[in-house]
């Protein structure tokens, strides 16, 4: 099982921007693809970027793409996002994923039921 803590969060105006960073723990192995997931209140959680293991896949939501940027840390064990251009429509937790199954598979990146692990989330707040 892998533990997966996320961090960046906070409250911003709109137009700005934060990076949001979720590391990964409890395998030897840091070969699993990533995901972000946010959920807005009163709305069900919805896919918003994803990595392959490698880094060479991103997938993005249509609703943040432009604004939003994935990437993986030096330690394969972290990943970022990178967000800006902050709308108050974006006020979510944000959860970061893991699947240690398929890291490399570039199908399905949206899907959570894909995800292995989850961590407890990280909230963002953007006022208007």
């Known amino acids: 099982q892998v533990q997966l803590e996320e961090s960046g969060g906070g409250l911003v105006q709109a137009g700005g921007s934060l990076r949001l960073s979720c590391a990964a723990s409890?395998?030897?192995?840091?070969?699993?693809?990533m995901g972000w997931f946010r959920q807005a209140p009163g709305k069900e959680r919805e896919f918003v970027a994803a990595?392959?293991?490698?880094?060479?896949?991103?997938v993005y939501a249509d609703s943040v793409k432009g604004r939003f940027t994935i990437s993986r840390g030096n330690a394969k064990n972290t990943v970022y996002l990178q967000i800006s251009s902050l709308e108050p429509e974006d006020t979510a937790v944000y959860y970061c994923?893991?699947?240690?199954?398929?890291?490399?598979?570039?199908?399905?990146?949206?899907?959570?039921?894909?995800?292995?692990?989850w961590g407890q989330g990280t909230q963002v707040t953007v006022s208007s």
């Open positions: 994923a893991v699947d240690t199954r398929f890291p490399n598979l570039r199908v399905r990146l949206r899907d959570q039921d894909r995800y292995t692990d």
């Open positions: 409890g395998r030897t192995s840091s070969n699993y693809a």
């Open positions: 990595i392959t293991s490698s880094g060479a896949t991103t």
